[in-house]
């Protein structure tokens, strides 16, 4: 088990995280808390995900970002020397008109893209140009490379898709494996 507290004068994010188990989120963005659950199940995650927006500033900025952040250093945490996990991971999921690939080294160093055309709209509550800011914090605060390239229609399937390619990417990396280095070294 491996937790993570943020606490700043606009949120205060609570997360939990074990391997296997059920998952709870509960976020004021609805379609947030949907994807966190997606995310969470695809990649193998159990524990919980609680998030409360202390002053509404925005559009769900601070709230998705610092949803993000927690959930990268729990994922960080719960990692601990990255020992004994297979490393790398990727995946494809298609998703009725949409398709989405996730690839993930969770070796300790830290780059992200996100190749996705996304409309100026929101779904639930949460703006869909803040997916890759989510990506970016997410990857950030785990130390982890993460690359995801989503094609499609349906935004919501797009995004969808997205996750679930990344919870099972996670899932591969996070299994059990040599996650070796020619270097000698994870970093």
């Keep these: ?75 960080d945490a719960l990692m601990g020397d990255r020992k004994g996990i297979a490393r790398f991971g990727h995946s494809v999921v298609p998703m009725d008109d949409s398709i989405a690939l996730a690839a993930v080294d969770l070796g300790g160093r830290v780059y992200w893209v996100v ?19 989510f990506v970016r914090s997410l990857a950030t605060e785990a130390r982890a490379t993460i690359h995801i390239y989503a094609r499609g229609l349906d935004p919501h399937h797009k995004i969808e898709a997205a996750h679930k390619a990344l919870g099972l990417a996670l899932r591969h990396a996070l299994s059990p494996g040599q996650g070796t280095s020619t270097k000698g070294t994870l970093k």
Excluded: N, Q, W
């Design 1 to 75: 088990m491996a937790a993570y507290t943020r606490k700043t004068l606009e949120t205060e994010v609570v997360v939990e995280l074990s391997r296997g188990g059920e998952a709870s989120v509960d976020t004021p963005i609805p379609f947030l808390t949907h994807m966190v659950e997606t995310l969470l199940l695809y990649a193998g995650l159990g524990g919980r995900v609680v998030a409360r927006e202390l002053r509404r500033l925005d559009d769900g900025h601070h709230v998705i970002e610092d949803v993000a952040i927690a959930l990268g250093r729990a994922l």
């Design 115 to 133: 190749k996705t055309r996304l409309p100026d709209t929101a779904i639930g509550g949460y703006p869909l140009s803040m997916f890759p800011h």
